[in-house]
């Protein structure tokens, strides 16, 4: 075999001086093409111009000025296209006396034909007759520059036609040498065919593992169900030892086991938070030989596991790591290739599938609360109080709207305003129960929904609403605002529309009896602190 490829490196050694000859006229013949294209852009552009500055100097006084007025873009052009050429050049020095014999013939030119142009009398056809005469010597030279380029790729193009046939003379002697070494490069092909079909398997393999992946995911709704999907994937899909997943909490400050893979517990990583990994903070796969090597993860190497190989993958929402797979085995023996590209896989997989429940959740969120206060809004409360209806759930209304909020705005400003809003949305969540619902229902009104609360405890949390917030004032910067409360008890027969008309009508009256007091709808109950109980 040696012997064939010494044979056929020495055919192509004879063969070489030839092609370079080939090679060197046909790269003069492509040097030559683009500076003649180049050069025909200008000429063209150099005969339109002229031709023009000829036809202006036979015309009147005042086309020659218009001709005048709009030459310096038409120059400024030519003489662009003039310096594009100049730089593409040969710069061969017989171009170079050519084009020096152009420039001397064209500047008494253009002196002339301005001068015939600039002047208010017409020309005399004497005139005209040397403008004539001065402008054929100036296309002579431009002639005669084109011709040289031509005649350079004519010759450039004959020499290489001529040392192809040289060369193809010199091919046919080498066939059979250059079969026989053929048949040594036929056998290096096989062998790195059977080396790409093996990859093939391993991407083959991949991809399968990705659909399996995808639709196991598709499936899952909330976050905490993909921790073990994760764990089965790596389990059935890599088989590489021990492993684990980490999940950062939501501030990234702590990392959490939240799932295990074959006995991972036992090689749990001591990492405490996302900021001390270092494939999260590199937010790159980490293969580590040996937990005794000195560049290895230190957590690694004082973890509980002994000496061992390992591998982190981390998992990234939006290019930041939120989580870490890690998988451990034998001392010198990490996973190989193709296993650490299934562990990317699942990772970032696992990554795709958080970050878009995440942004679901918040979305929805969005949806259902109020930018401003962060309570739910109406149609949140209206679908909160459907199911509390589907499932029998007895509730009372109450209603609240900030007192004279409208002076309070007009006075202060919308800010001020805005955050009294805040503030008793936060007066509001820390008087009810934990069970209560409450949402802003509009402008300064807001609508709690007490779950299986009986008329004297909601009775009870509207007056400590009032109280709250009072007492949260006195330390406040805020104006001082009172609220005004109306309360439906439940009733079996009504629905929950009918419930906050009771409560809005309560409402009202508390308004009319003076603000800053609860009122009951339909009940004689005395209300501590408020001057009048009526019925809706």
Not at 279 to 299: E, G, I, N, W
Not at 336 to 349: F, G, P, T, Y
Not at 396 to 403: C, G, M, Q, R, T
Request: proline share 5%; hydrophobic share 45%.
């Amino acid at each position: 075999m040696v012997v064939f490829l010494v044979g056929g490196l020495g055919v192509a050694a004879l063969i070489q001086p030839r092609l370079t000859h080939v090679r060197d006229h046909a790269v003069a013949a492509d040097r030559v093409r683009p500076v003649l294209v180049q050069y025909a852009v200008w000429e063209r552009s150099e005969i339109e111009t002229l031709s023009s500055l000829l036809a202006a100097a036979r015309a009147d006084a005042e086309d020659r000025s218009a001709w005048l007025a709009g030459a310096t873009a038409n120059w400024t052009e030519m003489q662009r296209l003039w310096n594009a050429y100049t730089d593409a050049a040969l710069e061969t020095e017989p171009e170079r006396q050519l084009r020096r014999a152009y420039e001397a013939q064209f500047a008494p030119f253009s002196d002339r034909a301005y001068a015939l142009l600039s002047s208010p009398v017409d020309a005399t056809e004497d005139e005209l007759a040397g403008l004539d005469s001065a402008y054929q010597q100036v296309r002579a030279r431009m002639e005669a520059i084109r011709l040289y380029y031509l005649d350079e790729l004519t010759t450039a193009t004959e020499e290489a036609a001529s040392d192809s046939t040289a060369v193809q003379t010199w091919h046919r002697q080498s066939v059979a040498v250059v079969a026989v070494v053929l048949v040594v490069l036929a056998v290096v092909v096989l062998r790195s065919l059977r080396r790409r079909d093996k990859r093939d398997v391993a991407v083959a393999r991949l991809a399968e593992l990705e659909t399996r992946v995808q639709r196991a995911l598709e499936m899952v709704r909330e976050e905490a169900a993909i921790y073990p999907l994760v764990g089965r994937a790596v389990e059935t899909g890599v088989r590489e030892g021990p492993g684990e997943l980490l999940v950062a909490d939501s501030s990234r400050a702590h990392f959490h086991q939240v799932a295990v893979m074959d006995g991972g517990d036992a090689v749990h990583c001591p990492v405490p938070s996302p900021s001390m990994c270092p494939a999260a903070v590199r937010t790159q796969t980490q293969v580590f030989r040996s937990s005794r090597d000195l560049d290895t993860c230190p957590y690694l190497a004082n973890g509980p596991a002994g000496p061992c190989s390992a591998v982190c993958v981390p998992v990234s929402i939006g290019g930041k790591a939120i989580g870490v797979v890690r998988t451990t085995g034998p001392e010198g023996r990490p996973p190989d290739e193709e296993a650490v590209s299934r562990l990317e896989l699942i990772a970032r997989k696992a990554g795709e599938r958080m970050a878009m429940l995440r942004a679901f959740s918040k979305s929805q969120a969005q949806a259902q609360t109020d930018a401003l206060t962060g309570l739910l809004n109406r149609r949140s409360i209206e679908d909160r109080v459907y199911d509390l209806d589907r499932s029998g759930t007895r509730y009372a209304v109450l209603y609240a709207d900030l007192d004279h909020f409208k002076m309070l705005n007009d006075v202060h400003g919308h800010d001020i305003g805005d955050r009294a809003l805040r503030l008793f949305s936060r007066v509001l969540r820390e008087s009810i129960r934990p069970d209560d619902i409450p949402a802003r229902y509009g402008g300064e009104e807001f609508l709690v929904v007490l779950p299986e609360c009986d008329t004297t405890d909601a009775v009870a949390v509207a007056e400590r609403v009032r109280a709250r917030l009072a007492e949260t004032l006195e330390g406040s910067s805020l104006p001082s605002f009172t609220v005004s409360l109306g309360l439906a008890a439940f009733d079996p027969g009504s629905s929950f529309s009918e419930a906050v008309e009771r409560a809005d009508s309560a409402l009202l009256v508390a308004k009319r009896s003076g603000r800053d007091q609860v009122v009951v709808a339909g009940d004689t109950l005395p209300v501590p602190g408020s001057p009048v109980d009526v019925d809706a």
